[in-house]
């Protein structure tokens, strides 16, 4: 079985050599890595170039306009093994991981496969590891949404199982199955939660598995360098959208997402994240005048 690794990345030229350089360790090699920059200036190509004169795998350049919703299509496109592996700039794997990953999808049935993601632990208090997100509302139990949208996460990392949400930062789908599904681009930009829509529509289709002997080391670079109120705004922006496009919009659900918003606010509050929680609050305001306009047509799928 040929893989095709998709890596999206945007002047993060250092970081991205580490990941082709944990690629060139993996035996078996994937088949091919398309790297799909989006910086006008095309600041990754010669990192491309250098590596893929040295490397055992052909590794090729694209460009785009900045999107990471884009970029991940266009390495659909581009691609032309079995599968897609959707990878960050920022991760290191195991040298087996080609071969754990064949040995998943030898079941027709499998769509998708992720594994267990290894970061670093944060500072912040009530993040989605923290016990009391387990008493958010809406159902759903570890692995699946809860029915207005949100990801109930994973705390017994032990057991393979069937999923429907993976991290955005290691995602793999048969290429087939990738291409019917797509990212969605009206999640554009840092395009916070597409990798949750796009795995929970392929989850729709097939069966998206959880394998924990795969094993990710992400560094998790990107949150850090967002401006909070923009991103509070955000979060709550594409987690309405995602809510309407995917999940029946009932009385109950729609009075459950409005508590999760709350709280968001009382998570930034909690970590004295002002602009944040002002984001939250801008938001939210946005997402309730939008809700309350006649519904459009056309809406992306």
Known sequence: ????????????????ADTLMSLEQCDPAPGE??????DDEGSSQPVVTAFDRAASTAVRYVRTTPSLTRQRNIGIDESSAEVVVFMDDDVSIEPDLFTRLGDVYRDSAVVGVTGRIVEPETKRRGGPASPLRRLLPGGGREGTFTRYGYPRYLRDLERPRDIEFMQGCFMSARRAAAAAVRFDEQLGGY?????????????RI???RYVPDIVIHHRKLGFGLQDQRRFGRLVVANRAYLFRKNFPQTRVARLQFALFIGMLLAHRLLNREWRGAQGVMEGAVKAARTRSRPRETGAAG
């Open 191 to 203: 395009a916070l939660a597409e990798d949750e829509d796009f795995s929970y529509r392929l989850s």
């Open 33 to 38: 890595v398309i790297v799909v920059d989006s």
């Open 206 to 208: 097939g069966r998206v």
């Open 1 to 16: 079985m040929r893989f095709s690794v998709v890596i999206p990345t945007m002047r993060r030229e250092a970081i991205l």
